[in-house]
């Protein structure tokens, strides 16, 4: 049973560029949720998607922005590169809907923004 | 706002030597209470869920217990493949929505 997954590992960009991150799902499940883990800190909620929807948004600009695809996959972009942005990026899957509730993570994606 | 404060940051025990991790909350309608451990440059790796006050999970040498305000990770004769950061996490909406995470505690188990 394939767990999450998540590509690439490492990324190294400059400031003012755009990025992409790329989820593959747990199988079975629908639902992507994407976080932001600075050093030292615990994972941020960035937004989850469901049915190719954005469905639920933490506290981040529009700067970052995300789709879902009919097989459930996604992917995170991040325009306009901050130094601030430098991060682990997660996706974390689930199962819509009652009972469904525990998310699996993923490995992370390391953004270095120079 | 929904708050979740671990402590302590960082707790070094010697092998064997049992101890308890502190995730307390403050919420608005707890739908979830969830434990992860995280090993350095990797994703977080899941653990436990509690729904209810009362509730207790066991697995190996990890108990997790909830009360209405607080949850403790309990570590019983730990080793050094223990050492890790384990990670608090609450779900307070309904669905699947987006969890609020602690710091974390920042274990090491010294041989």
């Known amino acids: 049973d394939a767990g999450v997954t998540q590509s690439p590992t490492h990324l190294i960009k400059t400031r003012g560029q755009q990025v992409t991150l790329r989820c593959s799902p747990k199988?079975?499940?629908?639902?992507v949720s994407w976080y932001q883990q600075a050093l030292g800190q615990g994972p941020q909620f960035i937004f989850q998607?469901?049915?190719?929807?954005e469905r639920q948004r933490g506290n981040f600009p529009d700067r970052f922005s995300g789709h879902q695809f009919p097989n459930y996959s996604s992917e995170l972009n991040v325009n306009a590169l901050l130094l601030g942005d430098s991060a682990l990026y997660l996706c974390?899957?689930?199962?819509w809907g009652a009972g469904g509730d525990t998310q699996y993570f993923g490995p992370g994606t390391r953004l270095t923004v120079l | 706002e929904d708050q979740v404060t671990q402590s302590p940051e960082a707790l070094r025990l010697q092998e064997g030597e049992s101890s308890s991790l502190n995730c307390s909350y403050t919420?608005?309608?707890?739908?979830?209470l969830f434990w992860y451990r995280q090993d350095p440059g990797k994703g977080p790796e899941f653990l436990f869920t509690l729904y209810s006050a009362g509730e207790e999970k066991e697995k190996e040498r990890l108990k997790a217990t909830l009360t209405k305000k607080e949850s403790f990770l309990h570590i019983t004769a730990p080793k050094p493949e223990d050492s890790a950061t384990y990670l608090c996490a609450v779900r307070t909406g309904g669905g699947a929505d987006g969890l609020t995470f602690g710091k974390g505690t920042h274990l090491i188990i010294q041989p």
């Open positions: 919420v608005s309608g707890l739908r979830g």
């Open positions: 998607y469901y049915e190719e929807e």
């Open positions: 199988s079975g499940h629908d639902t």
């Open positions: 974390a899957s689930s199962l």
